[in-house]
């Protein structure tokens, strides 16, 4: 609605009365906020069907607004956008403030929403084609040369095939006040809870980017296009899935070691990132995390246990989603404030491999440990073409074509495992790998199990120490 609306309780409907017209002999007029409205109608029934309606918004409560003499209710309908628009302006409304990750979350959230909130699917684009022109085209935004921030589609001019997309979407597009239906929320959701090859998303990703439709649903609220955020009366429940960690596939210690091995077999490049993987094993580091690793930070003792002291991350997220054009975003650790540290200790195996890394590579110029060949970030193409060479190597011919350590990440989930199956805290274990112990638990649930029957055969044999009968 306009900013300037004015409304008012002040709502006074009076009786129909006739008037000498034979288009329209009947006449409904009402005052609100002493401003006079009318409206006539061929038929008196037609007349008393209308007063009757306002009416009902009287006895409801509802807010008129002055100018246009309608209840709040009518005006919002009249003055709603599409959900196309409405989501185009939060994805532009968002994007000064938010991190580059959650840039890419909340476009492709939207992308997912955008395609079922249609009145109709004649002549549908391409999905593909669809989605590339929402997710990178319509909620992609760029900073033009005045400093000012505009859609990517306003700003620049897409290809043929993007804009016969957007228009079908804007075409087609239901308005915002139809979005708080069930039935379309429930569409919403059941494209948010599924994977583009129509398998069921994960857990965690089904809530992230429910959250995005929530948020987008409470800014329709906030530029009152909505009197209230419909999302939480939808009963509605994704498709069951398991997020625990499948450790049929993570790689134990001989296998990582082995994998490790095969990486640094592959010459001066993968000498390189010998120690980029040993980091993700030894460590439990994420590869954001390592990709940031200072050598300032990294106390390597000649001797005995060292420790790394992390303090930031460098997630690649691709140059159209930063605001400086890098294919990566500087940022602090996962789920930390932006100044957060967090120690690792590491054992004298890593700090061996970090000296000889250090010895043979020197560092960045501003002092990380690993680099591309032209300075920047080490690319996850390059890692991962590396790691998926070493996985031929290392592997059993059977085992290549089994999920087993089918990604670099596998490192992270084996050296975490490792730390619970030789007896370390669950606490600490969440700590060095910079979980909270609810995550912890959520994905090494198994794991987890598996040691409490250990940890009750402690408690027996305590038990029974004490209750044994003392010795004559």
Known sequence: MKETTLLTYDVRIW?????????????????????????????????????????GAVRDGEQFDTETGLPVSELRLMNSPTWYQHACEYALMKWPKAAAKHRVGIAEALANITPVLVSSSTSKPDPEVLRLALRSWAFQVVRTDDGEYKARKDAEAPPADVVEALEWVAKYSIKVTDVADSARLRLALTA???????RPAADNTFRRKRTVLSNALRYAVERGLLPANPLPSVDWDPPATDDEVDFE?????????????????????????????????????????????????????????????????????????????????ERGLKRR??????????????????????????????????????????????????????????????????????????????????????????????????????????FYAKI????????????DNALAASEAPAEP
């Open 337 to 442: 404030a932006r100044r957060a540290t967090r120690p690792v200790p590491i054992p004298p195996v890593l700090v061996g491999i970090l000296r000889a890394h250090v010895e043979q590579f020197g560092t960045a110029p501003d002092g990380r440990l690993f680099r591309a060949v032209q300075g920047g970030r080490v690319r996850s193409t390059e890692y991962t073409e590396v790691w998926q060479e070493a996985r031929g190597k290392a592997l059993a011919p059977e085992e290549v074509d089994t999920p087993l350590a089918e990604k670099p990440y596998s490192l992270r989930h084996a050296g975490v495992s490792l730390w619970i199956k030789a007896g370390v805290d669950p606490v600490e274990v969440a700590r060095r790998a910079g979980h909270s112990p609810a995550v912890l638990w959520k």
């Open 448 to 459: 987890l199990r598996g040691q409490q029957q250990a940890s009750n055969q402690l408690i």
């Open 249 to 329: 596939f993570v790689p134990g210690p001989d296998q990582a070691r082995r994998l490790l091995d095969a990486v640094r077999a592959q010459g001066t490049r993968g000498e390189h990132l010998h120690a980029f993987f040993a980091c993700m094993y030894y460590a439990a580091m994420r590869p954001s995390e390592v990709a940031a690793l200072m050598k300032r930070h990294c106390k390597l003792s000649a001797a005995g246990w060292g420790e790394l002291v992390l303090r930031s991350s460098r997630p690649e997220v691709g140059a159209g989603w930063t605001d400086d054009g890098k294919s990566y975003e």
């Open 15 to 55: 009786g129909i009365r006739s008037r000498n017209s034979k288009k329209a002999p009947f006449q409904l007029r009402w005052v609100v906020g002493g401003v006079r409205h009318q409206q006539p109608f061929l038929t008196k029934p037609l007349a008393d069907g209308r007063r009757s309606q306002l009416m």
């Open 192 to 198: 948010l809870s599924r994977k583009l090859d129509g």
